[in-house]
């Protein structure tokens, strides 16, 4: 081997220092670039066929024709709250003890299994979600034999039904089904007065219901999202879940006098609120984009950090003005969409839906015997 000379070591120096000048560029420029929301930005509905916790009084069943129209229109997925109760057996005429909890009853879970595979074929991605789950939901309406945050059983029955539905989905690419733990959780001073006290869960016991429950689904799908809502009914982030790899759930209601005007379940006294605008003053508020942008920041910071985000619903209930939900609502998927969230619009069909929502100040078009609200569909294709 020819020793180099003078020259040539430092021609190969020179190299080697553009070299290296050049992948320290490369390294600090995308360094700079801000991590993208590592989660699909997915665009659909929530499909409440198995919301309630008595089948017999559920909604009518999404039929094939309504899936057919969602990937038509332009969209990719569809979130399924479930209550528990509709698809577990026990003696109805009394509240359900804990023993039951168990009580899976397969033909009721076929039904949901059959639906998930109905949108898969329209190339439609399912995100089951526990709407009620054993021992909490974020709406009074059913007797809880225990309470998720206070009881073990509890706990363990939670996670029970997530092992049986990741057992069910084991052989479901992650491109067609996600898992989104509990809807909206907080603490309530009585789990079956509505209008009860509720705060935040303490951030080290949430972290144990999605630690146990993401670790039961991983065992089946170790590969698919798993998506935790937000603390305080949604409304926060989690920051003491950040490392488990789990994606966070927020929702578009914000501010309730709009999303939720004259909402029973959510208002008290429905006939003294202040008429709701979009911008401008209501009650002692001035309600502004700027308020959505603030809303969003810690979940924009989120993605940021590798973290991924989806606002898992959305919308606004029928008695709000039209034009004043319009308004709002542009505002606020135009945010989403600008920090690369998607969406699920509560609902597709009923009083928040673009089907058949009962507003009395829509012009609806008549769609194949339903009323279709054109303006809400139009907008939700432009986001």
């Given amino acids: 081997m020819t020793n180099p000379t003078r020259r040539d070591f430092l021609l190969q120096s020179a190299s080697l220092s553009a070299g290296l000048i050049a992948t320290s560029s490369l390294l600090s420029s995308a360094m700079a670039q801000p991590l993208k929301n590592p989660m699909p930005r997915w665009k659909g509905f929530n499909l409440l066929d198995f919301f309630s916790p008595d089948p017999a009084k559920g909604r009518p069943a999404t039929t094939e024709e309504h899936l057919q129209w969602i990937a038509d229109w332009g969209f990719d997925f569809i979130r399924l709250p479930m209550a528990y109760p509709s698809y577990v057996q026990f003696d109805r005429s009394r509240p359900i003890r804990i023993p039951e909890v168990r009580a899976i009853d397969t033909q009721a879970t076929d039904r949901i299994e059959q639906l998930a595979y109905l949108a898969h074929k329209h190339g439609l991605h399912v995100s089951l979600n526990l709407h009620r789950a054993p021992g909490f939901c974020v709406n009074a309406g059913f007797i809880e034999p225990y309470n998720l945050w206070q009881d073990a059983q509890a706990m363990e029955d939670f996670v029970y039904h997530w092992s049986f539905w990741a057992k069910r989905f084991a052989q479901t690419s992650s491109k067609k089904i996600s898992f989104d733990l509990l809807n909206e959780p907080c603490t309530r001073e009585d789990m079956n007065d509505q209008h009860s006290r509720r705060g935040p869960i303490p951030g080290e016991l949430y972290r144990k219901m999605a630690l146990e429950a993401s670790r039961a689904i991983r065992t089946h799908n170790p590969d698919h999202f798993v998506i935790a809502d937000g603390n305080n009914v949604g409304s926060t982030i989690i920051p003491e879940i950040t490392d488990l790899n789990i994606a966070q759930s927020c929702r578009g209601y914000n501010p309730g006098i709009i999303s939720h005007y004259k909402a029973p379940w959510v ?53 709000t003005p039209h034009a004043v939900f319009l308004a709002w609502f542009e505002d606020l998927l135009d945010v ?48």
């Avoid at 929502?357 to 907008?379: F, N, P, T």
């Fill in 267 to 319: 208002f008290k006294d429905t006939d003294n609120l202040p008429e709701p605008k979009w911008p401008g003053q209501v009650g002692d508020k001035y309600l502004s984009r700027a308020m959505l942008e603030a809303q969003y920041e810690p979940w924009i910071a989120l993605t940021k950090q590798g973290v991924g985000v989806h606002c898992g619903e959305c919308g606004c209930f029928n008695k």
């Fill in 336 to 383: 989403l969409k600008s920090n690369g969230i998607g969406y699920a619009l509560w609902e597709f069909r009923g009083s928040f839906g673009i089907l058949d929502s009962g507003r009395e100040d829509v012009a609806y078009e008549d769609w194949h015997g339903h009323k279709l609200d054109r303006k809400l569909l139009d907008l939700l294709r432009k986001y």
